[in-house]
Structure formats: structure tokens, C-alpha cells
């Protein structure tokens, strides 16, 4: 059973373009989440999602950033107009089911550097 | 509110033992975890903790949970160098969806 996916490993971006972010969960997993870990700090929560649905976005930035989590393919995360304080690891989570068992498995994160 | 807190470093020598520790806020938590990073790496799930537990062993680790003072410590028992990396504490929030992480702990584990 392969871990969580994320794609691209490192992403670099000159200020002003866009960056996209992916996640394939595990397998049999329907709940992703999206982590942001700036350097020398812990991770903060962003965004959680099911299969077409937001769960809770209270952690993503009003403007710029979006997330989605289609019923085919990963989940992508997507900043638009990016600036040099969106360079951090972006790190995606997924798990079986939220209410029960809600271990969060990792994956291993996108090094995004804004130039 | 939410707030997780834990020390930012702790050295000790091979072959001690090693406590790392961390506070919470949400006392509605169902789970705590234990989180590692090396560096440049994801997170690696270590073990992790239901609510109603005092206690959990699993090889090394030992994972002291005090609910009334929301306390949560981790043992590393025998700590080798491999250890060396960043420890997180996280719970999950309001039970269900995200986690709330510390700030990390750097565990430095000399020869």
C-alpha cells in the first residue's frame, strides 16, 4: 500500500506565477488535509477536504489560495499570484475516516521557493 | 482556543533516556500524537495516543498522557543517534478534521 503522494518534491516559482500543488492520498483514504510549515516553525493547519467537498478551510489565506479534491485524480492545492512569503513546505495528510480512526499519514511535501 | 506548546530543544548523550514534553489546550481531544521529521522530510507517525489512556508502550517509546493537566510526554528509551530529528506533539481539534502541532522539539543525541 503505497503512502501518500505529493508532487512536485520542490517547485520553484518567480513572484507573480502560479504554483500547483498535488496529493494522492493512500489508498482507501477520503479525507486529505493540507499543512503549510514555514522554516523554523511547526506546521499550521490550512485546509481539510473529502471527495468534492470543503470541509473546513479556516486555515487558508482569503485571497490567492485554493484547494480542491476531485472525484477522479489527487487533490491539488493552488496559489496564484505567489509571493516570496508563500516559500515553505506544503505538506498533505490523508486518512481512512474523521469521527473514528483519524490517524493523519503524511506525505513527504513540496518545497516551494518564491523567487 | 488552540494552543499545543512544547520546549524547542533537548540534547542528551547515546544511550540515555530522553522526555520530551508537551502541553494542550483542547481537553476534547480523542487523540495526541507523536510526530517525526528529519530533516527535509515529511512526517513520520510515531505512535499515538487515545484520550482515555494514561499510558501507551510500544518498543522504546512510552507515551505518559495526564488529562487533567493536559500534559503529554514522550520517552525515548536507549536514545541512539538516529534519533536526531525534530519531535512534534499534535492533537486533533475539536474531534475530527485538523491537527494542531507544537512547535517542534529538536532532539540533538551526541556520541
Known amino acids: 500500500n503505497a503512502g501518500v503522494m505529493q508532487n512536485p518534491r520542490h517547485l520553484v516559482r518567480r513572484r507573480g506565477q502560479e504554483a500547483r500543488l498535488r496529493c494522492s492520498p493512500m489508498?482507501?483514504?477520503?479525507?486529505v488535509y493540507w499543512y503549510r510549515q514555514l522554516p523554523e516553525e511547526g506546521l499550521k493547519f490550512m485546509v481539510y477536504l473529502q471527495k468534492e467537498n470543503i470541509i473546513d478551510e479556516s486555515g487558508m489565506p482569503k485571497e490567492r489560495f485554493s484547494a480542491e479534491f476531485p472525484k477522479e485524480g489527487p487533490s491539488i492545492l493552488r496559489i496564484q499570484q505567489v509571493v516570496r512569503g508563500d516559500s515553505a513546505a506544503y505538506f498533505c495528510?490523508?486518512?481512512?475516516?474523521?469521527?473514528?480512526?483519524?490517524?493523519?499519514?503524511f506525505g513527504p511535501g513540496t518545497r516551494l521557493l518564491v523567487l | 482556543g488552540e494552543d499545543v506548546e512544547q520546549s524547542l530543544f533537548l540534547s542528551v548523550r547515546e544511550g540515555d533516556s530522553s522526555v520530551i514534553n508537551c502541553t494542550y489546550t483542547d481537553s476534547s481531544s480523542t487523540y495526541l500524537y507523536w510526530y517525526k521529521q528529519e530533516p527535509g522530510a515529511g512526517l513520520q507517525l510515531l505512535t499515538y495516543?487515545?484520550?482515555?489512556?494514561d499510558m501507551k508502550q510500544d518498543q522504546r517509546l512510552t507515551v505518559l498522557l495526564n488529562k487533567k493537566d493536559k500534559h503529554l510526554s514522550l520517552r525515548i528509551a536507549d536514545t541512539q543517534t538516529g534519533d536526531s530529528a525534530i519531535y512534534f506533539c499534535?492533537?486533533?481539534?475539536?474531534?475530527?478534521?485538523?491537527?494542531?502541532f507544537g512547535q517542534g522539539t529538536e532532539l540533538s543525541v551526541k556520541p
Open positions: 495528510a490523508s486518512s481512512p475516516l474523521a469521527g473514528g480512526e483519524e490517524t493523519q499519514y
Open positions: 489508498k482507501g483514504h477520503s479525507h
Open positions: 495516543i487515545f484520550s482515555n489512556m
Open positions: 499534535a492533537e486533533t481539534y475539536n474531534q475530527g478534521g485538523k491537527l494542531i
